[in-house]
């Protein structure tokens, strides 16, 4: 079970879903281009928010970092678009080590139809 939403995880339990390897989401985030999904920052950060707990981490309210999540990746994803590759990202939501189930969301949500207005318009023009 993944630290960042144990609820989603139970629900989880028992639904089939696609195993997504280490190495193979390592390889996504290395050859993913999130650019499309960053014209969109409020639907992006509306996927993360479903699948990812984006507040502050307990256990490092202390440090030197008292931002949360979503603050970093408004800043670093978001609005300085190069700060962060999107390996960072996976690795700042814990992607590599996030449950199957998760990570399948995660990807699914992903998809231009998900989370792209163009890519629905695009598609209905196509069927009309």
């Not at 509306?46 to 707990?53: E, N, P, V």
């Amino acid at each position: 079970m993944s630290e960042g939403n144990p609820l989603q995880d139970v629900l989880w339990l028992g639904r089939p879903y696609l195993e997504v390897p280490g190495r193979t989401r390592r390889e996504l985030a290395r050859d993913f281009d999130l650019t499309d999904h960053l014209a969109y920052p409020d639907r992006f950060l509306a996927l993360l928010g479903r699948l990812w707990d984006l507040s502050e981490d307990e256990f490092n309210v202390w440090g030197p970092h008292l931002g949360t999540l979503r603050d970093d990746i408004q800043r670093h994803v978001i609005r300085f678009r190069d700060d962060w590759s999107t390996e960072r990202l996976f690795e700042e939501l814990r992607a590599f080590e996030a449950p199957h189930p998760c990570v399948g969301r995660f990807l699914e949500g992903l998809s231009p139809s998900a989370v792209l207005p163009e890519a629905l318009s695009g598609s209905a023009r196509a069927v009309g």
